[in-house]
């Protein structure tokens, strides 16, 4: 069950850690003039776990501005290790929708571990492992006081093989 | 098996990308003048998974010296996420001994989940997760071509309370 620990991972590691102070940080990045539509941090979870470096690479209507002012944190004998988030501008007809967004990282550990004979699933189990990483996260941050009302989670069906602005799409009307 | 998923994800999520570039980095270091006397990435895996954010907590004779270059990639939508490395000097009677080094991440999250009711794994289990860990990372480790003598597995026993430079003797001795 790799998606089980995966996700208390990604709560205890960094979700914890980053969440609170996302306020502070969007806080001091709007000081320079700049609004974002939500101060939610946007996580996107597709199901298929094909996860890209840039959202730009889905979707071109999905384009990046600038980062967040980077969280610094002595962690396990790494000084000053820096925790970023990146926000970005999504466009859709006329519309723009600027906000903090990226991809569950764990989910680039799923794929990776289906492509290894030796990590021991394979692509079959892989959807299953992301529904279970999904229901998980859900549940946790749903029972976290910190992280309360200050993330979306966003699952994304890979079935839309030919809709270029699938992504922008899912983000804005959601 | 949480220690699985987790060997697995600090491989892939971290010293498959950072090991390789390590020497690189080392050698933009040493042109300031200073050695090193390994260029092994050192990671401590406490028994008792207990990670403290400083290993000067642990043992006053492993003093933080500097962080290396830091290493920055897109990843999964966050632009520019930083990869940094800190090098320790230890002291053990006369000798100096400095190197990169820091405590695998992964076991704080087996330690916080012992300790997280709803995470379904507690304190009994712990120990045996981090062996698990520690021999699924070894094995991984030892496969992998990118990362072949790159790094060193320390494995910490927790039965010497009392000895309060018990981590600098092992990083020397060993
Ligand atoms: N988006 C994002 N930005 C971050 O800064 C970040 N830091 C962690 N994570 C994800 O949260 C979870 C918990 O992190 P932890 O540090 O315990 O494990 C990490 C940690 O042990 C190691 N690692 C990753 N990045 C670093 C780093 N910069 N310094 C030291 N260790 C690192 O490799 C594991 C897997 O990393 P990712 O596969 O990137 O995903 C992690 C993980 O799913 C992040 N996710």
Redesign the interface.
Known sequence: ??????A??FY??YLKLVLPVLQNKISQYSSTGARLSSSRLLI?LPLNAV?????EEEDTNVV?HE?LP?LE??????????Y???I?KITQDNKTFSCV?????????LY??SQ?R???FGERERKQQVLLFYRTLS??LE?SLECRNRYRLLLLNDEHTGDPHHLSREIIQN
Chains 1, 2 share one sequence.
Not at 1 to 6: D, F, I, K, S, T
Not at 51 to 55: G, I, L, N, Q, Y
Not at 101 to 109: Q, S
């Open positions: 069950n790799v998606a089980h620990g995966l208390w991972s205890i590691g996107l996860v890209p470096s840039k959202p990046f980062n980077e944190l002595d962690v396990a004998g790494v000084r000053q290790r820096s970023k988030n990146s970005y967004l990226e991809y569950a990282t764990p989910l680039r550990t990776q571990m290894e030796s990590a021991g549940q946790i029972d």
